[in-house]
C-alpha cells in the first residue's frame, strides 16, 4: 500500500472544481482511494462564513457567559451561534462545546474552523460530506477516471485519548467499514472483532501524509489498498441507542 | 509514504524474539516505522491464561449476574475475574466491560482475547506494551538495524462511531504524537490544531495492511514517512482530569 500527495493544488477557491484539479496534477488507476481534507471541500463548496452573520440567541449568550464564568475563558456569542446552528444535538457546552453536526459527526465546535480562511472569519465543515465525495467522485468519471473511491477526512480529537487523528466525515465508492464477521482467523476460530472502519484507517493513514500547515497537502492517494470480498456497511455514526457515552454525556455537566 | 506487511512469519510461540523473527524477513531501513500486533507481543511474552486461573470474587460474580439480568446475555464472571484484574478502573460494567488497563488504554474487556489463542482460553495484553516496543527495538539494534521506530498496536471501538480501528497501545523511537503549537498555514494563521497523534494514525494505516484472519500479517513496515521537524509528546492517555468523557462515565449507569 502506498500514500502519495497530490502536489501543487492551488489554494481553492469557492466554485472550484477539485475532481479537475486532482486529475490534473494525480495519475489516478481504477482501485485507487483519493483522501480530500474538507478544509478544500468547504473552500470549493463556498461553505465560509463571517460572526457577522449570526446574530446572538439567548442560548448561544448563555453558552458563553457560562464559558466565561465557569471556565474563565473568551467565547465569542455570536461564535457559540454558528455552532449551534450547524449542530443537531449538544453534547458538552463547557468548557468547549462538543456537537453532533447536521450529518451525524461528533466533534469539538461543529468542526468549525477559525485557523484556515482567507478573506472570511470562519470555515464550516461541508454541507453533506458524503455527497461531496459522490460529486468528486462522478467529476472524475467524467474524466475517464474509473472505479477510484473518494473520502472527504476531516481531523478531530476524542475520548480516552490525547491528540487528533484523521477521521472520515464522507465517502462515496466503497462501503465505510469492512465486517469480518463468521470469518476464522488462522487456527479456525471465529474472529472476535467483527467490524473495522476503513475509511476511518484510510483518513488516518492520509493525515501522516497531509500534514498541516505550510507543506499541506490536502488531497492523497492512496494505491495497493483493497476493500476485498467482504461485506460492508456505510454506518459509521452511531445511533444514541448504541452509544453508552453520549448518553452518559446528557446527564453531564461541568460544574456538578 | 509506503506500507507492506511482513509476510511468512511464524505462529509466535513464548519466549520467541520477535525482532529476530522480523529481522530475518524484512529488510528494516533507518527512518522506518515497523508496527507490531499486541497479539503477536503477547504470545511472544506468554501472556496467555485460562478461565480456570480466576477464582471468581464477589464483584466479578455481581458483574456477572448484572449483565445476565439487565443485558440478558451470558458473562462467564471468571471473564469478568479477568479483566477485573488486568484492570485499574471499571468505566462501563454492564452491557459489556469497559475498563482503563494497568498501563492506561481504555478499551472493551481491558482487551483480552478469546479468539486468537491456541492451547489456552484467553490472550491478555503485553504487560507494559512500550517496554515491549523498546525490547523490540533494541533487539533490532542489537542485530545492527538502527533508527527503527517500534509501535506495538491493537484494534478497538470508540464512542460516537461504529466499528474499530487501530491504536497504539506502546512505542519506542519516536514520540506519541507530533506538536504544530505555534506553526502557521499557507496563510500565514497560527494552526488551530495542535497536537497530531502520529502513532494511533500509524496504527490505523497499519491495520489496512494487517487485515484480520487467515491472511493477517502482523507486522508492518512503514516506509518513507517522517516525524519531522516538530515538538513531540509522549501523552497518549488521558488523564481524568482532562477527560470529560470519562468523568461523566463515572456517573452513568446503564438501567437508570
Same mark, same amino acid.
Given at each position: ?9 492551488? =489554494? ?16 489516478? =488507476? ?13 473552500? /470549493? ?15 448561544? &449568550? ?13 467565547? #465569542?456569542?455570536?461564535?457559540? &451561534? ?18 453532533? $453536526? ?10 468549525? #474552523? ?18 461531496? /465525495? ?18 472527504? $477526512? ?39 472483532? $467483527?467490524?473495522?472502519?476503513?475509511? #476511518? ?15 499541506? $497537502?490536502? /488531497? ?30 446528557? #446527564? ?5
Amino acid at each position: 500500500m502506498e500514500l502519495n500527495g497530490v502536489a501543487e493544488l492551488p =489554494e481553492i477557491r469557492p466554485g472550484d472544481d477539485i475532481a479537475e484539479l486532482v486529475a490534473d496534477r494525480a495519475a489516478l =488507476e481504477p482501485g485507487d482511494v483519493l483522501t480530500v481534507a474538507s478544509t478544500i471541500v468547504s473552500k /470549493a463548496e463556498g461553505r465560509t462564513a463571517d460572526l457577522e452573520d449570526y446574530p446572538v440567541s439567548g442560548r448561544a &449568550q448563555e453558552i458563553a457567559d457560562r464559558i466565561a464564568e465557569l471556565a474563565d475563558e473568551e467565547k #465569542d456569542p455570536r461564535f457559540a &451561534q454558528a455552532v449551534l446552528e450547524e449542530s443537531t444535538e449538544l453534547l458538552i457546552d463547557t468548557p468547549f462545546l462538543l456537537t453532533e $453536526t447536521r450529518f451525524g459527526h461528533i466533534c469539538v465546535n461543529a468542526g468549525i #474552523d477559525r485557523s484556515n480562511v482567507p478573506d472570511h472569519d470562519l470555515l464550516l465543515l461541508p454541507k453533506r460530506p458524503t455527497e461531496s /465525495a459522490e460529486r468528486i467522485r462522478s467529476g472524475l468519471e467524467q474524466r475517464g477516471i474509473e472505479d477510484v473511491a473518494v473520502v472527504v $477526512t476531516d481531523t478531530c480529537g476524542r475520548p480516552f485519548r490525547h491528540g487528533q487523528r484523521g477521521v472520515a466525515l464522507g465517502w462515496a465508492g466503497m462501503p465505510a467499514s469492512r465486517d469480518w464477521r463468521g470469518e476464522l482467523d488462522r487456527d479456525g476460530h471465529e474472529l472476535g472483532v $467483527t467490524v473495522q472502519s476503513v475509511v #476511518d484507517e484510510l483518513a488516518a493513514a492520509a493525515n501522516l501524509v497531509t500534514g498541516e500547515g505550510a507543506g499541506g $497537502t490536502p /488531497a492523497v492517494v492512496v494505491r495497493g489498498w483493497e476493500f476485498g470480498d467482504h461485506e460492508g456497511s456505510d454506518e459509521l455514526f452511531r445511533s444514541v441507542e448504541s452509544d453508552f457515552v453520549r448518553q452518559s454525556l446528557r #446527564d453531564w455537566r461541568f460544574d456538578k
